[in-house]
């Protein structure tokens, strides 16, 4: 026979009304708090002081579960169990049913440090402060179906024997092929994590996280995943991290895992082993950063969009994980990100400190000529070297964005023809009485100019260096214009 306690307001320790109630000690008993509000503290031992209110005995009595039903709890929630509590034998096991449903939880929350027997449910809950619920072991279910998590929320070093339910169960649809396993259920029976949430250390045997919405980063350092894990469709409005604790050794996952669709601000891999897929096709990705983590299979890139990479090993990375997969569209797109970061990282050797400068400008005076002349040869050989690698791949950029972009390089082509020909023309013609793009006569000339046609006319006409080198010039202009035309509109025959 079940206890229902129905809309009563709590304000101290005493469990005395409830207690003498002869339906307590009854066996296989639910005891039922059904619109209760507690004012007061509610924790698992007995503390001094009068507003706090105590549920020692309730877990070792003869009932048989618990269930709080559309409650209000106005204090703090501390049902955790201490380490000086644990080494002097206080038993952390729960045989009992818990169950919070539609409750509301004003203040911090703590259920740390237990082993669940039975099912735990936190449904359609709503928790103002930050919840914890740390280094527990969950036998059975843990049921976490449209509740909402308005600050942090810690299962940092928790084990999850069994299924975790984010939506509700009778929503999930299961298809023969494991990789379109898909969930159905409605935005509002879906658990909201409104800040920070921390998987690190957990061990899951069911990871299924279909089509939530993570506000805060969210990290899963040195999670272990006895099962394959889906993201599929989920939103990070955060970091999702995927790290390790240390720097010794990696954490590795045996089993897939899924980001497909999935919306992320900032995805970091940091010291991880993939012995099987990461799949992130048709995900979106604002930034990633990838640091020591081996992939042994590869990372599946179908349709996804990658804004930035943090660095250039991260862009090598990805660029040489979508040659492994045969994405070549993807594969190109990384190649000019790496080649961007590479860019970057070459220094100009003039851009020197003030007291460096400073150094050089009294050199010869404090060196002898042959030492000074040697710093200078080193000098202008490190601005040659600077130069040689510089050039090449700001001219990549401009021409057609490291291979990725065909509309650029027309407009370098244009832009090419429009700058040295002008020039040209001038130095041969003068400025004369009219624009020269305005004059057909020029515009032939122009065209055989872009085109490569031949050119025995205009050579004949040069008169002076400056002439000659201009169109020199505009010629190999053009032409590597073209020719990035060309490699730009070959980035999907490979």
Known sequence: MNKRVKGQTFSDSSFKGIKEDENIAVDDATLIFEECVFNCDLYSTY????????????FTSSITGFSFRNCLFNGNVDLSLTNEELKYGQSNIIDQKIAFKGCTFEKE???????????????KCKFKQECDLENNIFEQEIRLCGTEFQAQVKFCGSTFNTMTLFTPNKDRVKSKDSVSISDSGSDDDRVKFGGDVSFSGSTFSDARFWKLTFEGDV???????????????S?????????KMGTIGKTMIKQPFYLNGATIKELQIHEYIFENLLSVDEARIEDVTIRN?????????????????????????????AVKGGNNPVALKMKAMELNHYYKSIKCP????????????????????????????AFLAALGKYIAEKVPLLLMKWSNGYGTKWIRALGFILCSTFFFFSIFVVLRDGIGDTFIW????????ALTFVLLFDSSKEIESIQTVWQMLFFLLGKIFVAYGIYQLIAAFRKHSK
């Not at 899963?220 to 993201?231: A, E, G, H, R």
């Not at 983590?293 to 994980?321: P, Q, V, W």
């Not at 020197?352 to 040869?377: E, G, H, T, W, Y």
């Open 47 to 58: 503390l001094f002081g009068s507003n706090s209110f105590s549920i020692k005995d309730l």
């Open 109 to 123: 929350v703590s259920f740390n440090s237990y082993t669940f027997k039975k099912k735990f449910t936190l449904e």
């Open 219 to 233: 990290h899963l350092i040195d999670t272990k995943f006895n099962c394959p894990v889906y993201f599929n469709n």
């Open 235 to 243: 939103k990070f409005n955060g970091t999702l991290r995927l790290g």
């Open 293 to 321: 983590s081996l992939f042994s299979h590869f990372i599946s890139l179908s349709g996804a969009e990658i804004k930035n990479t943090k660095d250039e090993y991260t862009a090598r990375t990805l660029k040489n994980e």
């Open 350 to 377: 003039l851009k020197l400190p003030k007291k460096l400068l400073s150094f050089f400008s009294n050199l010869k005076k404090l060196l002898s000529k042959r030492l000074f002349l040697s710093a200078v040869c």
């Open 438 to 445: 305005c004059n057909i006569k020029y515009l032939k000339e």
